[in-house]
Every structure is written in structure tokens, then in C-alpha cells.
């Protein structure tokens, strides 16, 4: 038997790209980088690494979060490549909690419109 191709594509989101060039953004525990795009979709890169926990189960588990918070609230964000950089101060936060730290960082793209160095902020 043959398998039928997906007609999904793949998009590879170029992490180095999205840094280097992106607008940088803090909120607590994540460090988020934002580029701007041509194409409507958004994509979104999760980088925890180990220094963050030793445990796979624990840096899967805040990637898994994120991912849906991601999923929930950011529908409304579109031509952005967004890249999560998270630290250890992650690891003092739920869910529900790291939900409203990023909501609030999703609020402030969508109004603003990520204008260079209008969003601003900090702990």
C-alpha cells in the first residue's frame, strides 16, 4: 500500500534568523524575539535548554504550555515569527500564570502592531 503525501507544508522556522533580526521582548521567565514577515500564518520556536533544568520531563512539559498558550491565545497574531527563549524563572510559574504574563505580551502586539521599540517591558 501506498500513503497518499500531505497536503500540509512544513515550515522551518530559522531560529538564528528570527534573533538576530527580530524585536526582543521580556516577560517573566521568557525572553521573546518577534519578526516580521510576508507570508499571514505566524510560527512559533520554543528554546529551553538545559541550564533551565536538567530533567527532559520538565523542560518538555513548559515546552507543552507554551505551545498551547500559543495555540489558545495567539490566534489573532499574524505575519510574526515568534521565538520563546526561556529561563529559569519559569520554573517558579504555572500555567495559568505563565498564560497571563504572555497574554499580556499578545495584547500589546496586536494593538501596537510591533513597532519598533514601542513595547517596553520589564520586571
Do not use: C
Not at 13 to 40: C, E, P, Q, S
Not at 41 to 58: C, D, E, H, R, Y
Not at 75 to 94: G, H, Q
Not at 106 to 111: K, W
Request: hydrophobic share 35%; aromatic share 10%; net charge positive.
Amino acid at each position: 500500500m501506498t500513503t497518499l503525501p500531505t497536503t500540509r507544508k512544513k515550515i522551518k522556522l530559522n531560529f538564528n534568523i528570527a534573533i538576530k533580526n527580530g524585536d526582543k521582548f521580556h516577560v517573566k521567565g521568557i525572553y521573546i524575539y518577534a519578526k516580521n514577515k510576508n507570508t499571514k500564518s505566524s510560527n512559533l520556536g520554543v528554546i529551553i535548554s538545559k541550564k533551565v533544568s536538567n530533567l527532559a520531563v520538565v523542560r518538555n512539559k513548559y515546552r507543552r504550555y507554551i505551545k498551547e498558550i500559543f495555540r489558545l491565545d495567539f490566534k489573532s497574531v499574524e505575519y510574526k515569527d515568534l521565538v520563546f527563549i526561556v529561563n529559569k524563572r519559569i520554573l517558579d510559574l504555572d500555567f495559568n500564570r505563565i498564560r497571563k504574563e504572555l497574554s499580556d505580551f499578545r495584547e500589546q502586539i496586536v494593538n501596537e502592531k510591533l513597532n519598533s521599540n514601542s513595547i517596553n517591558f520589564g520586571n
